[in-house]
């Protein structure tokens, strides 16, 4: 592409279809800002101009994902891309560059130079050593990432008794596992892409966390003429796939979604990554992937306490252990890089923005509503303090009578103890009672407050804590319901 290379060359500002930017600097970069390259094959999709320089240097495990929906393309020159996505106070890349390997560092230099010109922080998502080691930039480890070389798969499965077992169980149980090729995957019949949509809208749903965008959105339809697809069957039912997105300059394949349905039988998720493994052998493929697994290593102390201490929205351990348990030929350390006079809580905080969609406030109070079993103990425990101040608080000031007073005290009381037994192990009825009597609660508790205790309000402190004894229970019957939603969608699927 000599003349479109030179004709980049000249371009400072272009205006292309309704009104679109593409801004070129002094180094030849260019910042696609809406979507639109005059370099590409087809200016209404850059996205074609970055598989190209995907097919040429993408060596990154998380390349091939920066086509999906939401990412912004920064290109240098002809040669070299940085995918990212603004979080409005940064641009967060996935990954490192997509370059050659001796450019890396310097794109990702003048990206993040590019980015402070427009007032942005930046930070390289899911770097590998072959960056980190080039230095330039700072580095934090956030985890560790499985893989094998296929031909070595069925010797594996030889010698892990463990996997044996679950594939047995399985095959017994009557799950069998078909591939789309590219050409069936990008065609596939609308009812078999229907079925596996309707899977991740209910795999989702049972999930603790809301779902998040970046790298981790489940797309497994998008460039479907480069991806496999494996779908698992028990007779009739679908129960589980896997989509498979090319490394390129690996010669080799990541597991983007693995999903497997709540009622399928054991070793679904096994069989399809056998199925998986054995596929890219017969294609003399040198890498396959299961991708991060978050926080597994030896990161740093604050993200130890997040591994231990947020466990009940994501399961660190468990997506450590199942891919361990699969005898990965080695583990690659995974690093968040940022320039150097930027900090890694900075670097952590735009990271979870990216991951986010929609801001973290917004996220983490619909990721609260969801009624994750973390947030039902941690209402459990809020409930101990207030029990408290109601014991202590004035009777003639507060309440119509002393046993009234005492009633409320013994309510709550019971309901912590109950709520903290239902997020340490979930119980359907009893969570069923409990968001009859939180629903009550806050019915009896708002009548209370209107007829006595509003008539008695002198100052903006009392008028708090009054609201605050409305909020809580209704809050409270709101993720109550909503976790008693998720529970029963897991259980009929």
């Not at 070129?24 to 200016?43: E, F, H, I, K, Q």
């Not at 995918?83 to 990702?108: C, F, H, K, M, Q």
């Not at 028990?234 to 990541?254: E, I, K, M, T």
Request: proline share 6%.
């Amino acid at each position: 592409m000599p003349e479109l290379a030179g004709l980049g060359r000249k371009l400072l500002i272009g205006r292309l279809r309704g009104g679109d930017t593409t801004r070129w600097n002094r180094d030849d970069a260019v910042v696609c800002t809406s979507g639109v390259s005059p370099l590409a094959p087809d200016p209404s999709d850059p996205r074609l101009r970055v598989l190209a320089l995907l097919k040429r240097w993408g060596w990154n495990v998380t390349s091939f994902q920066v086509l999906g929906a939401g990412f912004s393309y920064w290109f240098f020159g002809t040669d070299a891309v940085v995918a990212y996505v603004d979080t409005g106070r940064a641009w967060v890349a996935a990954g490192s560059p997509i370059a050659p390997e001796n450019e890396l560092v310097p794109v990702a230099r003048a990206f993040a130079e590019q980015a402070r010109k427009n007032g942005r922080r930046v930070a390289f998502f899911a770097t590998e050593r072959r960056f980190v080691d080039q230095g330039g930039f700072e580095a934090l480890l956030i985890g560790e990432q499985p893989s094998w070389h296929p031909e070595a798969w069925a010797a594996t499965v030889d010698d892990v008794r463990s996997l044996r077992k679950q594939l047995r169980r399985a095959r017994a149980h009557g799950v069998a596992i078909r591939r789309f090729d590219e050409r069936e995957a990008g065609s596939a019949n609308d009812d078999v892409r229907s079925e596996i949509e309707a899977l991740i809208t209910r795999w989702l749903d049972t999930k603790p966390m809301q779902p998040m965008g970046f790298l981790v959105r489940v797309a497994p339809f998008a460039f479907a003429e480069e991806r496999r697809l494996f779908v698992a069957r028990c007779g009739d039912r679908l129960v589980g796939f896997a989509s498979v997105v090319p490394v390129y300059a690996r010669n080799g394949w990541f597991v983007e979604n693995l999903v497997r349905a709540p009622d399928a039988p054991n070793g679904t998720t096994e069989l399809l990554v056998d199925s998986v493994m054995r596929d890219a052998a017969a294609m003399q493929s040198q890498y396959v992937t299961l991708g991060l697994a978050p926080l597994a290593g030896t990161v740093p102390a604050p993200l130890r306490w997040l591994r231990t201490y947020v466990s009940g929205l994501y399961d660190f351990a468990g997506v450590h252990s199942f891919k361990a348990k699969l005898r990965p030929r080695e583990w690659a350390s995974i690093h968040l890089s940022y320039p150097p006079e930027q900090t890694s809580h900075a670097a952590l905080y735009d990271s979870l923005a990216a991951f986010a969609r929609g801001g973290l406030l917004r996220y983490g109070l619909e990721t609260l509503l969801r009624g994750p079993p973390i947030v039902v103990r941690v209402l459990a425990l809020l409930l101990v303090p207030w029990t408290a101040i109601l014991a202590g608080a004035d009777t003639e000031r507060w309440f119509p009578s002393p046993w009234v007073q005492w009633f409320w005290v013994t309510f709550d009381i019971g309901l912590a103890l109950a709520l903290f037994w239902l997020g340490v192990r979930w119980r359907p009825r009893l969570a069923s009672v409990l968001l009859v009597l939180v629903a009550g609660d806050a019915i009896v508790t708002f009548l209370e407050v209107i007829v006595f205790n509003l008539p008695r309000l002198s100052s903006f402190v009392e008028g708090l804590v009054v609201t605050a004894a409305i909020v809580a229970p209704l809050l409270a019957s709101v993720v109550l319901r909503n976790a008693r939603r998720r529970s029963l969608r897991g259980e009929t699927q």
